[in-house]
């Protein structure tokens, strides 16, 4: 079996279902385009012998039973669901992936120890109704019917219609599955760390932490003209010292720490005034809890020490606390190692930045990612893409790795 062709062959199909004429797809929870993907992917398992099953709200699964552990899975996919006008990869690529690396181990080395199982999660990017993570939260009964029973999309059709009308419902059991013994997915990175390292796969430890503040300092308002500069409290000019000095000490603390000031407002944002007011935000990233907190502490004291040095009130929020998700060292291992038995040295164990359905599943089982590549970095747009030698060995890597989990003892 020929790895390229078989996904290139699926990818094609695939790509048909809310395919857009200038390329990429709009594949939106519950819609027709959404409806024929997944009754597709069902009768392609079938076809591929594995057992098909939808959960209750579209989740859907092709089991290859384990000889000698069946009761023991090996989980592997991604989500089905697209933003509008995205790619054919975000999502997709791990589905086809899986199923792919699932045929290919089939035809190599027959039945597995383990169950092996491909999953086509219903949603995960929040692009039609205001709720994200839909598959993944119900997966782990996280999800409730009050989070979505009053909400509708931009045209005002109810999320609860336009889930009946595909032929689904409201999740009726409260069991959450035991038998998952790992959960990988492989995704585009969707960033251009790897293509600028000249990398092939990313292996990921976690998905990043992040807090996000907003700060006020309030100065003194006043005349350009009749004001000197040592009788001024100008904001603007706090404001630059804190966004140098701490961007300085971002560099200094290196990746994958991220720093971000990106929404400013003055008062009274003027030309002839001294700005006497300023609110702006912060947004901080990394992977390693301690290492953001004690920055978050820095930033904080930064604040104080230029807002006092200045004579300006200060208000600092911290609105959003987000811990970090790791990987589970184990399967991260794994992947790794399979990663260097088909690509050398051209791998880099890394950080997510962006959120991912793993970061759902981490809570619950030992749960690992891959990446590939995104060329440009380009995501969510119609010119999302990966060399095809890109997605193949991520593939190949992945089969490797379901190898391992799947058909060792
Ligand atoms: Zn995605």
């Known amino acids: 079996m020929d790895i390229q062709s078989t996904f290139e062959m699926l990818d094609k199909k695939f790509t048909g279902f809310g395919g857009l004429e200038q390329g990429g797809i709009t594949r939106l929870l519950y819609s027709q385009e959404w409806n024929d993907a997944v009754r597709e992917l069902e009768k392609t398992f079938k076809e591929e012998g594995l057992e098909a099953s939808f959960d209750d709200i579209g989740n859907l699964t092709g089991r290859l039973v384990g000889s000698k552990y069946p009761e023991e899975t090996i989980l592997t996919g991604s989500h089905i669901d697209t933003v509008v006008e995205g790619g054919h990869l975000d999502g997709q690529f791990g589905i086809l992936a899986a199923l792919v690396a699932v045929k290919y181990l089939k035809a190599k080395h027959g039945q597995p120890l383990r169950s092996l199982e491909v999953l086509s999660l219903a949603e995960e ?10 598959g993944s939260k119900n997966f782990f009964n996280l999800a409730k019917k009050s989070d979505v029973d009053t909400i509708a999309d931009a045209e005002g059709i109810k999320f609860e219609d336009a889930m009946r009308k595909s032929g689904f419902d ?97 008062v009274p944002n003027t030309v002839n005034v001294v700005p006497g007011e300023i609110t702006f935000s912060v947004d901080c990233r990394h992977i390693d809890q301690q290492i953001l907190n004690d920055f978050a502490v820095e930033i904080e004291d930064k604040i104080k020490l230029v807002a006092e040095a200045n004579s300006m009130t200060y208000d600092i929020n911290l609105w959003m606390d987000e811990a970090p998700t790791l990987m589970d060292k184990k399967i991260v291992q794994i992947i790794e190692q399979a990663a260097k038995n088909n690509v050398g040295n051209q791998y880099k164990v890394m950080p997510s930045g962006a959120g991912h359905d793993s970061q759902i599943f981490a809570q619950y089982v030992p749960t690992a990612m891959l990446f590939v590549p995104s060329i440009g970095g380009i995501s969510h ?11 193949v060995k991520g593939i190949e890597v992945l089969s490797d790795v379901l190898y391992e989990l799947a058909y060792k003892e």
């Open 170 to 266: 409201y999740r009726k059991t409260t069991d959450v599955r035991n038998d998952i013994k790992a959960f990988v997915e492989i995704h585009i990175e969707q960033g251009k760390v790897l293509e600028t390292e000249n990398k092939t796969i990313g292996v990921v430890n976690g998905i990043v932490g992040q807090k996000r503040f907003t700060i006020n300092l309030k100065g003194e308002a006043n005349h350009a003209g009749t004001t000197p500069m040592s009788l001024r409290r100008d904001t603007v000019v706090a404001y630059s010292e804190i966004v140098s000095n701490l961007t300085k000490r971002a560099r200094e603390i290196g990746e994958p720490l991220v720093l971000t000031f990106g929404h400013i407002t003055l």
């Open 125 to 134: 990017e929040g692009s039609r109704f205001p709720y994200t993570f839909w």
């Open 381 to 391: 747009n119609i010119s999302e893409e990966t060399k095809i030698e890109d997605l």
